[in-house]
């Protein structure tokens, strides 16, 4: 069977490798349909992830059809259709005793750590596979994990109807978290410098856009929220300036939400986060948000409506890499097929 390998930095292989079989009655068999091709794919492929290990089976975006099951499985049989959730985590740790397994200290993310879903058939136990309608759209199936970041991210946030959010960022998961406040009532600021993005973002219910590059977003913000500020920001860019930015427009007794990998300090005067008694957190993965995202999926509270922009089968994937990388302007969500 097809499989995508990124064996090493800047290479990218398609490789025929053995069909998988089931070796415990808890796992099941699933023929894949879709996956998509997330940014840290691409970080994967640039050698530029900290996380991943070489060589790497990737995609962690992953839906498909139940094709065999264990004799111990008893939620899904054949023919259902599925989402994949990436994660799998000690149990022992602090952070799984106190339900926060996404951040366990030995968590294993399905195409980063491990091989993941980027080939024709894979085994998975039992408990990582979410029933979709089959009446759902592949391409809209396979957005289901990215959904699941900006549910966490405002879960994080404890984003509340009637509040106001400003997102910063306006690409793929900028997208889902607006869509995912959105669906909590809140009322949606968001910025990007692309134009583009911007009037994507509006189409998707964004209630006000900032393109930094042309107004001040501070002064911008003020005007929108009477000097109040906002009282949840997200940072999808996670940059040292995004995050300094984001303390400085929080509402006081607002949240900040940063759900970036930079390594590079930012400069943040302490009196801004005492005097407004905000609450700083970080957003990874995702805790007990697949159930509920299926569940919007399912009921078509959740569309893409146009996130999803490119479609390559398995045989281009390499042309789908490149295409990616050379047009970032042009693409929000690439995904890989398997028919």
């Not at 090493?8 to 009655?25: G, H, R, S």
């Amino acid at each position: 069977m097809k499989a995508v390998c990124i064996p090493k930095a800047n290479t990218i292989e398609l490789l025929d490798v053995q069909e998988p079989t089931i070796e415990q009655e808890n796992e099941v068999k699933v023929k894949i349909k879709r996956v998509g091709i997330c940014g840290s794919d691409m970080h994967i492929y640039h050698g530029t992830n900290p996380l991943a290990t070489y060589p790497r089976i990737v995609g962690h975006e992953v839906t498909g059809e139940i094709v065999e099951t264990g004799k111990d499985v008893t939620r899904v049989t054949v023919g259902d259709h599925v989402v994949i959730e990436p994660i799998t985590n000690c149990g022992e740790c602090y952070a799984c005793k106190n339900g926060r397994p996404n951040v366990c200290k030995e968590v294993s993310v399905f195409g980063v750590h491990e091989d993941g879903g980027m080939r024709e058939l894979v085994t998975i136990p039992e408990k990582q596979v979410h029933q979709v309608d089959s009446e759902i759209e592949w391409d809209e199936a396979v957005m289901a994990e990215p959904y699941t970041i900006g549910a966490q991210a405002t879960w994080r946030g404890n984003v509340k109807e009637g509040q106001t959010v400003f997102i910063q960022g306006a690409g793929p998961i900028g997208i889902t978290v607006l869509k995912m406040a959105k669906l909590r009532g809140a009322t949606v600021i968001i910025s990007d410098f692309t134009n583009e993005r911007l009037a994507f973002a509006k189409e998707n219910g964004a209630d006000y856009t900032i393109n930094p590059k042309e107004v001040d977003s501070v002064k911008k913000i003020n005007e929108m929220t009477n000097d109040e500020g906002a009282n949840v920001v997200i940072d999808a860019v996670g940059a040292p300036q995004t995050f300094e930015l984001a303390v400085e427009v929080a509402s006081p007794a607002g949240n900040v939400v940063t759900l970036g990998f930079n390594e590079t300090p930012s400069s943040i005067a302490m009196m801004h986060i005492t005097k407004k008694e905000l609450t700083i957190t970080g957003s990874r993965l995702q805790t007990n948000q697949f159930g509920k995202v299926v569940e919007l999926i399912n009921t078509k509270q959740l569309t893409h409506n146009g996130l999803v922009t490119h479609r390559f089968h398995i045989n281009n994937v390499k042309e789908a890499f490149e295409f990616i990388e050379n047009n970032p302007d042009k693409v929000r969500k690439a995904v890989i097929e398997f028919e």
